[in-house]
DNA sequence: TAAATAGTGTCTTTAAGACACTATCAT
DNA sequence: ATGATAGTGTCTTAAAGACACTATTTA
């Protein structure tokens, strides 16, 4: 570092700095596949299109708080997984100003995800249509949720459309050696849930028996004894989720 | 986004801002380990420390371009790999005021990691010792290349030795789906120098007829009919990286 | 008992690990 | 020829995919 730099440092003044902060994309599960709540920017810049809910990162704040406060403040959840994604600075994503964003991941069970979208009524749930297939990355497009099945793409704000690209290709990344899988089914589930949570986020359909094989052989799984209540055929036992250690 | 932070945004001078800054790990593969390059901190904070090379973000600077800057003027090289790994933003990482760290890594193989070295004395070269397998993650200590086996580890500045255990971390992930490896290869190599930076990532041998048919069956290699110089025994043959497409 | 899904047995397929073997070059 | 490493053939092992089968519950 060298002096000047380090003497501006000291001196806020000195030089402009870029404002700093983050994006959080809330994520879950409707209908068999990703969704993201998203929030109708009023005001230009992008007025009318749809955005992540956001927020500056306060001065005696860490990334991580911002977060949680943006989580707690635009959706009224804490959410039980929150992941830093990337942090985005091109010059010119913001037309007003400089502003450098970090990307967060929150994933939404759908109790939380149903919670955030009726108390907050500006939340728009918004199925989002990846398609490519693993992690070949790419566009990701969000339609609204409720509506006819031939609703127009909603316009995404800023660089959006990437940070929610970059989310689906992060949770399908990690799926399959994390336990973030978890963090979108209650804590009591079956293993068909379970399965259906993993082949909604990779987008196809997975061997049963193997997946089976697979989850029960990881020593994650906590058998209940307990089945589950309301099908109108053989109810399938509930696991929880033991964290590995 | 609520409207008196609307208007602090438009005003630099509303709310105090974090400083930003991007730190960048320089590593490469020296006796078979991973190595980074490092400075020694002469003023305080961490005076007598040793900090990866890092600088401000400029107002009107990408992420990346910054990352490029650091690598030009404190390595005076341009490496041919370089990604985002994380953001930093905890309260206390630099004492004298609020800094959030944009992390990168850059991958230098042989030729650029000793031309930094040669032609920037001031760069210590040091040999991170991972006393974890995988990616269980923890601690990762360096030492200096040069000096007696029985070296104290180096004591890092800030929470530079977490950048460095994220750094391997990432790289460990990645190196067997993504193209990493050979960023860190020159533009010829044979297999088993391929297999050399292979094993020495993730800090285990591999088996070499499994390894050859691995790489040779995604269809990334090209064989240039050439082979290397210099043995005393059996010349192996040249291979060249073919981008996937 | 019919319907529907839970849950399993087992065969096939694929890929990695083990290990020895042959090939080829410099000296 | 010798030494040393390149490069391969093949057997074993581990795990996933395919698919049909049995089990269990409600209605």
């Known amino acids: 570092m060298s002096e000047d730099a380090f003497l501006a440092a000291y001196d806020p003044a000195a030089y402009e700095r870029p404002a700093l902060a983050v994006d959080v994309v809330l994520l879950g599960l409707r209908e068999g596949r990703p969704a993201a709540l998203l929030l109708r920017r009023a005001q230009h810049p992008f007025a009318g299109f749809w955005a992540l809910p ?44 400089r502003i450098v964003s970090v990307a967060y991941l929150a994933l939404l069970p759908d109790r939380a995800f149903a919670a955030a979208s009726e108390g907050m009524p500006e939340l728009m749930p918004a199925r989002l249509d990846v398609p490519w297939r693993g992690e070949a990355g790419g566009p990701v497009a969000a339609f609204p949720l409720q509506g006819s099945a031939r609703s127009e793409p909603l316009s995404l704000a800023f660089d959006h459309a990437d940070i929610l690209a970059l989310a689906i290709l992060r949770l399908r990344g990690k799926l399959d050696y994390s336990d973030v899988g978890f963090a979108l089914l209650p804590e009591l589930f079956t293993l068909r849930q379970l399965q259906d949570v993993h082949e909604a986020i990779l987008g196809l359909p997975l061997n049963k028996p193997a997946f089976r094989r697979r989850m029960l052989d990881r020593g994650w799984l906590e058998p209940t004894g307990a089945r589950e209540a309301g099908s109108s055929f053989r109810p399938a036992e509930l696991y929880r989720f033991l964290r590995p250690r």
């Open 54 to 97: 956001g927020g500056f990162v306060g001065i005696g704040e860490t990334l991580d708080a911002a977060a949680e406060r943006v989580l707690r403040e635009k959706a009224g959840i804490a959410a039980p997984h929150l992941e830093q994604l990337y942090t985005f600075g091109t010059l010119g994503r913001d037309p007003r100003m």
